[in-house]
Every structure is written in structure tokens, then in C-alpha cells.
């Protein structure tokens, strides 16, 4: 472990929020334009099996900071009273706890100055009774700063998803910022409009906000002058956590008129098939919130178009925010990170969200870049999110997290590895699914019901499940048991 501050790189760390992992140009993807993701991909590594931990918000970014998985946190949603569908995981359920050890708590030890911007989702969004107990209105900076600092962030500028910006009783950095603007009241209505479970959930549409004052643009603004204001002396982990392209599908209106005739392709939307008892429950959970009765190929690609606009302004910013970091001499002496806490389905199977183990889901986009950059390339091998904690101690030479999961990538990186991860894990209520070179499988944990099995090389769209195929039944056996024994550790 190194002891001498000054001599560590710096770590620019960004992280969006349901990012599909194969909407970005890097990927192959025709339409949707990424040249600043593009160029970070062809100045490092792009590993193309990266899990998340959990196709769900806080479970995931629980994993990611202790580099543990779901189970062992006993973090299953994104609050422990959400535990609604699946009662009977509701004596397992926690909530993120900042007694953790974390990896920005290990940077900190080793003279880490620690910056983050945008979304943290260590907490659930306040209930009605809590903005009543706190005189009608929340200031997310003064119930919340606090609180997510003593996870390891010294500096904190906490944005939460864009659906706290419906209500006047939320405060935020960035609902105080568009009243100065005189734009709150019509992004408010806005935000009603497309809220959580109404008919018009997953409608598309253009912001009402114009680009330079989007969410997506405020946060980077913010990093960007954190980046041009602080004092050089520590070397600097800075997260700058993007709320989009997370729902509402709302898109700023220059990327908006870019995509407006683009010839986007609406997936197949033909549902699953329901295997069991068991999936066939939870995939009526996941068609009724996907609101699959209104799916239609327009209004899917209609949505589609909006998410795309997302994803290239996010794109554009982090060309910005790496632009200042060269401006500041600082480029040469940093690491780039960029990943997300899951995907988006984006119609495909007739889903929208996230909330199963579907590669458009579960797989998430990670490119990781060393300040001098490597040759480039691809590492088709799997990975994980817990791997990135793991990752980040050791650019910083700080101590590994304790019983961590996670397995550092930086041999992988340079191409110098010499072994590579069989498994990856992720877990939603009580639904666990396991990722090898070859196969996912999915298992129902209190019953020990087989729900899913796919060929990933001769299925990548995950079309046929085989977990009922006679000739399969050997394997499905010895992936339950390989489940079962990484969940133990």
C-alpha cells in the first residue's frame, strides 16, 4: 500500500443512471452518437460481460461501494419498505448503512480528497409524513448531505431521480437553480405529467428546460467548477453520478430535434415465457409495470428516441468534463471509470425498465482508461460491479475492502491477466440469477424453483429458455448448486 498522497492518480469516476449497456457507438450501435464514450473506449478497455449486482437502484449501488453482493448486505430494494411483492424477504430487507466500510472511505485513509455530484440513492425518497414532520417542505441538502458524507464523501452534492421535481415540498440543488431560472413551475408540471404508474409513464418527450440548464448539464456544470476551484495538493476521487437516462423518457430539445427523424428499430416486443409458477408471477409483476397494454411499436420507438437524446447529452458532458480535466494539466495523472447501476429494457421481451436478469437489464456499459491510456480493446470475459470497488482501491494503493467480492481489473486492463472471473452474481427480492461464459441462469431462492436458462453464445438475445429442456436437466442442477454455493461465499 502506498503511503505517499502525492504520488497516487487522480479518479474521475462516472456513473449514470440505467444506462442500456449497448446504446453507445463503441458497441456497435448504428444510430445513437457517443464520440466522447467512443474515444474513452478506444484509449482503454471496454469490458463487454459486465454485471450489475442488482437490476435494481440502491441493492446495485450498495455493491458497487462495498464491493459486496446484495445478499450479504441484505439490501434487496431500493428501501426496506418497498418489500411489497415479495413479503416473505421482508425479515432479510435493510437499507444502505454508512457503518460500512466503502472504497471512498479507503481513498480517504490514503489522502484522498473525495468529491460526488448527482446521485447517491443511500436513501429512499421522503414520505408524505416526512415532509409533514418537517413543516411542509424537504431541503434534500440539509436532511441528506450529512448523511451521505459519512459514506466517504468529503465533498457532496446530492441530486436525487427527477420525480421529486413534481412536487414544490422537495428542494434539491437543482430544483433551487431552475426557480432562479423561472423554469420550475413548467418542468414540475412536466414531471407530473409523465409521473411513476400513470397512463403516460413511459411516454417520450422533449424537456421544456433547454439544454444548457438540463440536469444532465447542471451536474457536470457543478463538477466542472469543483474541478476548476479546489485546491491541487490531494489527489482527487470525483463521481459524478448522472440522474439520466433513467424514466421519465424526457430528452432536451437540441437532442431531441437530432433524433427527431431518425429511423429508430423497435425491438421484438413478444413477452417472455412463463416456465414456472413462480416467474410466471413475477413476470405479470413486471409486464403491469412496464404497462405492456400500452406497448405499441410507435409509442415504444417514441420512447426509444427520447432515451437516445439522454444518452448523447450525457455524452456530450462527459466530453466537457474531460476537456477541463486536459485544460488543468491534470488528464495525464487520471484515471476515466464510467459505468451505470443497471440497463434499461427498452421494449425488448415487451419490457420497459430493469428489474430482471435480460442482458438489456442486467449487463451494464463499464470502460475503464488509465491516465496514459492502454492500446485499446475489448474484454469479452465476465466481469462485475462489485470488480469496479475492487478496481478503485487498488489505482489508489489503499487497503482492500474487507470481505469484499470484488476482484481488481487492472491486470485485465493492461491485458496482463492471467485469470479471469468464471462467475457473476445479481439478485432482485428473491429472484437470483448467476452469469458464466456461456450461461445465465435464474433461480427463485425460497422454493428452489428453476425459472431461466440461456445459451448466451448460441442465444444473445435470450430468446429461448431452456430450463425445462429434458437434456438440460444435469446442468440446471449443477448451476443450482453453483448459485447457491457463491451466494453462501
Same mark, same amino acid.
Given at each position: 500500500?502506498?503511503?505517499?498522497?502525492?504520488?497516487?492518480?487522480?479518479?474521475?469516476?462516472?456513473?449514470?443512471?440505467?444506462?442500456?449497456?449497448?446504446?453507445?457507438?463503441?458497441?456497435?450501435?448504428?444510430?445513437?452518437?457517443?464520440?466522447?464514450?467512443?474515444?474513452?473506449?478506444?484509449?482503454?478497455?471496454?469490458?463487454?460481460?459486465?454485471?450489475?449486482?442488482?437490476?435494481?437502484?440502491?441493492?446495485?449501488?450498495?455493491?458497487?461501494?462495498?464491493?459486496?453482493?446484495?445478499?450479504?448486505?441484505?439490501?434487496?430494494?431500493?428501501?426496506?419498505?418497498?418489500?411489497?411483492?415479495?413479503?416473505?424477504?421482508?425479515?432479510?430487507?435493510?437499507?444502505?448503512?454508512?457503518?460500512?466500510?466503502?472504497?471512498?472511505?479507503?481513498?480517504?485513509?490514503?489522502?484522498?480528497?473525495?468529491?460526488?455530484?448527482?446521485?447517491?440513492?443511500?436513501?429512499?425518497?421522503?414520505?408524505?409524513?416526512?415532509?409533514?414532520?418537517?413543516?411542509?417542505?424537504?431541503?434534500?441538502?440539509?436532511?441528506?448531505?450529512?448523511?451521505?458524507?459519512?459514506?466517504?464523501?468529503?465533498?457532496?452534492?446530492?441530486?436525487?431521480?427527477?420525480?421529486?421535481?413534481?412536487?414544490?415540498?422537495?428542494?434539491?440543488?437543482?430544483?433551487?437553480?431552475?426557480?432562479?431560472?423561472?423554469?420550475?413551475?413548467?418542468?414540475?408540471?412536466?414531471?407530473?405529467?409523465?409521473?411513476?404508474?400513470?397512463?403516460?409513464?413511459?411516454?417520450?418527450?422533449?424537456?421544456?428546460?433547454?439544454?444548457?440548464?438540463?440536469?444532465?448539464?447542471?451536474?457536470?456544470?457543478?463538477?466542472?467548477?469543483?474541478?476548476?476551484?479546489?485546491?491541487?495538493?490531494?489527489?482527487?476521487?470525483?463521481?459524478?453520478?448522472?440522474?439520466?437516462?433513467?424514466?421519465?423518457?424526457?430528452?432536451?430539445?437540441?437532442?431531441?430535434?437530432?433524433?427527431?427523424?431518425?429511423?429508430?428499430?423497435?425491438?421484438?416486443?413478444?413477452?417472455?415465457?412463463?416456465?414456472?409458477?413462480?416467474?410466471?408471477?413475477?413476470?405479470? !409483476? =413486471? $409486464?403491469?409495470?412496464?404497462?405492456?397494454? *400500452?406497448?405499441?411499436? +410507435?409509442?415504444?420507438?417514441?420512447? %426509444?428516441?427520447? @432515451?437516445?437524446?439522454?444518452?448523447?447529452?450525457?455524452?456530450?458532458?462527459?466530453?466537457?468534463?474531460?476537456?477541463?480535466?486536459?485544460?488543468?494539466?491534470?488528464?495525464?495523472?487520471?484515471?476515466?471509470?464510467?459505468?451505470?447501476?443497471?440497463?434499461?429494457?427498452?421494449?425488448?421481451?415487451?419490457?420497459?425498465?430493469?428489474?430482471?436478469?435480460?442482458?438489456?437489464?442486467?449487463?451494464?456499459?463499464?470502460?475503464?482508461?488509465?491516465?496514459?491510456?492502454?492500446?485499446?480493446?475489448?474484454?469479452?470475459?465476465?466481469?462485475?460491479?462489485?470488480?469496479?470497488?475492487?478496481?478503485?482501491?487498488?489505482?489508489?494503493?489503499?487497503?482492500?475492502?474487507?470481505?469484499?467480492?470484488?476482484?481488481? !481489473? =487492472? $491486470?485485465?486492463?493492461?491485458?496482463?491477466? *492471467?485469470?479471469?472471473? +468464471?462467475?457473476?452474481?445479481?439478485? %432482485?427480492?428473491? @429472484?437470483?440469477?448467476?452469469?458464466?461464459?456461456?450461461?445465465?441462469?435464474?433461480?427463485?431462492?425460497?422454493?428452489?424453483?428453476?425459472?431461466?436458462?440461456?445459451?448466451?453464445?448460441?442465444?444473445?438475445?435470450?430468446?429461448?429458455?431452456?430450463?425445462?429442456?429434458?437434456?438440460?436437466?444435469?446442468?440446471?442442477?449443477?448451476?443450482?448448486?453453483?448459485?447457491?454455493?457463491?451466494?453462501?461465499?
Amino acid at each position: 500500500m502506498k503511503t505517499d498522497s502525492s504520488s497516487r492518480p487522480n479518479i474521475l469516476f462516472i456513473f449514470s443512471d440505467q444506462h442500456r449497456h449497448d446504446v453507445m457507438g463503441c458497441a456497435g450501435h448504428p444510430l445513437v452518437s457517443t464520440p466522447n464514450l467512443d474515444a474513452l473506449a478506444a484509449r482503454g478497455r471496454r469490458f463487454t460481460k459486465a454485471w450489475c449486482q442488482s437490476p435494481i437502484c440502491q441493492p446495485s449501488r450498495a455493491s458497487l461501494i462495498t464491493g459486496k453482493h446484495p445478499y450479504d448486505l441484505g439490501v434487496f430494494y431500493n428501501d426496506a419498505s418497498s418489500a411489497t411483492h415479495a413479503s416473505k424477504d421482508l425479515d432479510e430487507a435493510g437499507e444502505i448503512e454508512a457503518v460500512w466500510p466503502t472504497f471512498m472511505k479507503q481513498l480517504q485513509a490514503v489522502g484522498y480528497e473525495t468529491a460526488t455530484f448527482g446521485k447517491t440513492h443511500y436513501h429512499g425518497i421522503p414520505t408524505r409524513d416526512d415532509v409533514k414532520a418537517a413543516g411542509g417542505r424537504i431541503d434534500f441538502a440539509e436532511r441528506y448531505d450529512d448523511e451521505v458524507r459519512s459514506f466517504g464523501w468529503d465533498h457532496v452534492e446530492e441530486e436525487y431521480d427527477k420525480y421529486v421535481h413534481s412536487a414544490r415540498s422537495f428542494q434539491t440543488p437543482y430544483a433551487k437553480y431552475l426557480q432562479e431560472l423561472g423554469l420550475a413551475d413548467a418542468y414540475r408540471e412536466q414531471i407530473k405529467g409523465v409521473f411513476r404508474l400513470t397512463p403516460s409513464h413511459w411516454r417520450g418527450e422533449t424537456s421544456v428546460v433547454p439544454q444548457e440548464h438540463d440536469l444532465t448539464t447542471f451536474l457536470a456544470d457543478r463538477a466542472i467548477n469543483w474541478l476548476d476551484t479546489r485546491e491541487q495538493e490531494k489527489p482527487f476521487l470525483l463521481k459524478l453520478a448522472f440522474v439520466q437516462p433513467h424514466v421519465p423518457l424526457i430528452d432536451d430539445p437540441t437532442w431531441a430535434a437530432y433524433y427527431a427523424d431518425a429511423d429508430i428499430q423497435v425491438p421484438d416486443l413478444t413477452p417472455p415465457a412463463e416456465s414456472c409458477a413462480e416467474w410466471a408471477d413475477y413476470l405479470a !409483476l =413486471l $409486464a403491469g409495470h412496464s404497462q405492456r397494454e *400500452t406497448m405499441t411499436p +410507435e409509442f415504444v420507438r417514441e420512447g %426509444i428516441r427520447h @432515451y437516445f437524446g439522454m444518452v448523447s447529452l450525457i455524452d456530450q458532458q462527459i466530453g466537457n468534463v474531460v476537456a477541463t480535466l486536459e485544460a488543468l494539466g491534470q488528464l495525464k495523472n487520471t484515471w476515466i471509470i464510467y459505468t451505470c447501476d443497471h440497463g434499461e429494457m427498452l421494449g425488448t421481451h415487451g419490457l420497459w425498465a430493469k428489474m430482471n436478469f435480460y442482458q438489456g437489464s442486467a449487463q451494464v456499459p463499464l470502460i475503464i482508461v488509465p491516465p496514459a491510456g492502454t492500446a485499446g480493446g475489448l474484454d469479452d470475459n465476465v466481469a462485475e460491479l462489485t470488480d469496479v470497488a475492487a478496481t478503485i482501491v487498488d489505482i489508489a494503493g489503499a487497503a482492500p475492502l474487507p470481505g469484499a467480492r470484488g476482484e481488481s !481489473l =487492472l $491486470a485485465r486492463v493492461h491485458g496482463q491477466a *492471467t485469470a479471469m472471473r +468464471e462467475l457473476s452474481y445479481s439478485r %432482485i427480492q428473491s @429472484y437470483a440469477a448467476l452469469r458464466t461464459a456461456q450461461y445465465r441462469f435464474t433461480m427463485e431462492m425460497h422454493s428452489g424453483a428453476a425459472c431461466e436458462l440461456f445459451d448466451m453464445n448460441d442465444d444473445p438475445a435470450e430468446v429461448t429458455n431452456l430450463v425445462n429442456d429434458p437434456s438440460r436437466t444435469h446442468l440446471v442442477e449443477e448451476l443450482k448448486t453453483a448459485l447457491v454455493d457463491l451466494q453462501r461465499g
